[in-house]
Structures are given as structure tokens and as C-alpha cells.
């Protein structure tokens, strides 16, 4: 099955492959010709992903997933949440994110966060979601070359590692995408 998956992080598509296998074909944006940036303007993850998802099959006519993606701190009601992507202003830098996140927490011991997926499936004429989180805590320095986003400072439940520090495969078991991810398989497998 050939299937858009609505994002240009390369990062994204290379986790969603590692993760979908050979079952499914996933073609990036600019492999179906969008080069246009997707419209986010929506206030929850949800409805951005859907709002993705629908541009591209609106204006491509191809089957298509996006998804949207936040971290929540809670020393900090939540934030950056849906706004994560550009915490730190235009243009977006995971670098200049990671160093306001680690400001804003610098005097606090709260340190207790999550990451959350959202994935819009469009297929056909019907609409599916699936959601995955990923708990954990912000670590005061950055750990780890791999991973994008605030990988580096983002360490999971139950592990002595950041994100950045494992590779895709041990990421995808535990990650909020790799939970979201593999509720789409799973949906995928069965249709």
C-alpha cells in the first residue's frame, strides 16, 4: 500500500519507515510534488494533524497520514505543548527550543514531562486518529547526538538514557510516535 505521510522532517519519515517496514510504500511531500509549507493553525494537536492531513488530500488526492507532536512540561502548565516546534520563535531551531526549555526550568525541580502524538489518517472518503504518549522527565543538560527535537534533554520512564542516546529501533518500543505509529499499523494490517 503507497501512502503519503504529510510531514518534510526527514527524521519523521525515516522513524515512521523503521517502524512501518516493507508492508506499506510511505512516499514524503516532496515526493508527491508539495513543497508548500502545511498549514498548524489550530490550538490542540488533533486538529492540527487533521488540518494537515486534509491539505495534502485536498490539494494531492492521495491517501495520507500527518501527525502533530508536543512535549508537556508540567512546571510549565503544559508548555510548549502544541507550540513546541516553535517554542522559540521563527525560524524554527531545535537548538534555540532546547535552550529556552532549559531556562524556563532552570529553578525548578519539577522537572516531570510528556510527549504526545496525535496521527490523522485520511483513507478514502474515512477519517481515523491515533495517539500515542511517551512520559518522562527534562534533564538539565543535553545527552546524546541522535534523535531531533528535544530528544537530547528528554528522558523516558523507567530508562537511564535520552531519546538521543538510543537508536530508532529501541526509540520506536517506547516513544510516543513509536505508539502512534504502531496503532496506525495495526489498523493498517487489518484493512
Known amino acids: 500500500m503507497k501512502i503519503c505521510f504529510a510531514t518534510n522532517n526527514p527524521k519523521k519519515i525515516e522513524e515512521v519507515k523503521a517502524a512501518l517496514g516493507d508492508s506499506f510504500e510511505i512516499v514524503s511531500l516532496k515526493d508527491i510534488g508539495c513543497l508548500e509549507e502545511l498549514p498548524e493553525t489550530g490550538d490542540t494537536l ?102 531531533f527535537g528535544y530528544d537530547p534533554v528528554f528522558l523516558p520512564k523507567g530508562y537511564s538514557r535520552s531519546f538521543a542516546e538510543m537508536n530508532l529501533t529501541e526509540k520506536n518500543e517506547i516513544s510516543h510516535r513509536g505508539k502512534a505509529v504502531s496503532e496506525l499499523i495495526s489498523f493498517l494490517s487489518h484493512i
Open 46 to 147: 488533533e486538529h492540527n494533524a487533521f488540518q494537515k492531513a486534509k491539505y495534502v488530500k485536498e490539494h494531492f488526492s492521495v491517501d495520507c497520514f500527518a501527525d502533530d507532536t508536543g512535549l508537556e512540561v508540567d512546571a510549565l502548565q503544559g508548555e510548549p505543548g502544541v507550540y513546541s516546534g516553535r517554542y522559540a520563535g521563527e525560524p524554527r531551531s531545535d537548538e534555540r527550543n532546547i535552550d529556552l526549555l532549559l531556562k524556563n526550568l532552570e529553578n525548578t525541580s519539577l522537572r516531570t514531562a510528556r510527549f504526545k502524538t496525535v496521527i490523522a489518517l485520511l483513507l478514502g472518503d474515512e477519517e481515523y486518529k491515533f495517539e500515542g504518549v511517551a512520559e518522562g522527565e527534562i534533564l538539565r543538560t543535553r545527552t546524546g547526538a541522535g534523535g
